[in-house]
């Protein structure tokens, strides 16, 4: 049987126009991008989740449709639920009140953006293994899709 997870983590896979959401990262002189999301709080469904975390890192209002995919990584046991969500409206900025505005130093940056679907093949996103799902699937607009996996963080890719 398999263990609960330590704690979720909701991502809402947004796409409008033709691009995806993501959060473009800089860290000690590297930059690259994420899923934007983060954990379900105590008390708070994925779909709850889900909302707010759109609203909190992109000052996106979203509808969750359906979980696309579930990972876990065997290291801490933890989950991560990526979910169709629809967009409803807004545009990418990080909300003054997030945790992540509160993160952004001179050498650290957070900016929520649209990225353009053809540019994701040379697009250093992490996981790229869901990277490589999102590609593949958005072709087919996710019709069907459905996929769960185990990694272990060390042999996940780190460059394109």
């Known amino acids: 049987m398999r263990e609960p ?13 033709g691009k995806m959401l993501a959060m473009r990262r800089r860290e000690t002189g590297r930059e690259y991008f994420v899923f934007v999301g983060g954990h379900v709080e105590t008390g708070e469904t994925v779909e709850e989740a889900l909302v707010r975390e759109a609203e909190e890192e992109a000052s996106l209002t979203v509808r969750p449709l359906r979980l696309v995919y579930k990972t876990r990584y065997v290291e801490d046991n933890s989950e991560y639920q990526y979910w169709l969500c629809e967009y409803l409206s807004g545009e990418p900025r990080l909300a003054v009140d997030s945790p992540e505005a509160g993160r952004n130093t001179n050498g650290d940056q957070y900016l929520p953006m649209w990225l353009d679907l053809p540019e994701l093949p040379r697009t250093l996103l992490f996981s790229l293994e869901i990277r490589d799902w999102v590609i593949e699937d958005a072709r087919k607009n996710f019709e069907g899709v459905y996929r769960e996996e185990t990694f272990v963080f060390e042999k996940l890719r780190k460059s394109l």
């Open 5 to 17: 997870a330590s704690w979720t983590r909701a991502v809402p896979l947004v796409f409008h126009d």
